[in-house]
């Protein structure tokens, strides 16, 4: 069964940290490009940042300079998201994805606010 579990959200101030993780399970993991998609209210789902199965990166223009994704393929089969510098704008529903599966994560709330 295909599952992908992702935690890490919580509330934090401006200005702060949050460390994402993305936990899969049933699936090919290292062969296949990994991605971060976020959603606030009201608005459109995007692509935060996204990880080739080489280790390249790549990020969407609103985190550049103060996110990073990473992936560990060896044994914990885990993609994380680390976000520094966090910004209220960065407040959503952040969901990681599979695009060997095309499965989704249920999401995690990143809220930022003083």
């Known amino acids: 069964q295909v599952q992908l579990v992702e935690s890490g959200g919580g509330l934090v101030q401006p200005g702060g940290s949050l460390r994402l993780s993305c936990a899969a399970s049933?699936?090919?993991?290292?062969?296949?490009?990994m991605r971060w998609y976020r959603q606030a209210p009201v608005k459109e789902r995007e692509v935060v940042a996204q990880?080739?199965?080489?280790?390249?990166?790549?990020y969407g223009d609103s985190v550049k300079g103060r996110f990073t994704i990473s992936r560990d393929n060896a044994a914990k089969n885990t993609v994380w998201l680390q976000m520094n510098n966090l910004k209220p704008e960065d407040t959503a529903v952040y969901y990681c994805?599979?695009?060997?599966?095309?499965?989704w994560g249920q999401g995690t709330q990143v809220t930022v606010s003083s």
């Open positions: 990880i080739f199965d080489d280790g390249h990166t790549q």
């Open positions: 994805h599979h695009l060997g599966t095309f499965s």
């Open positions: 049933g699936l090919t993991f290292e062969r296949y490009t």
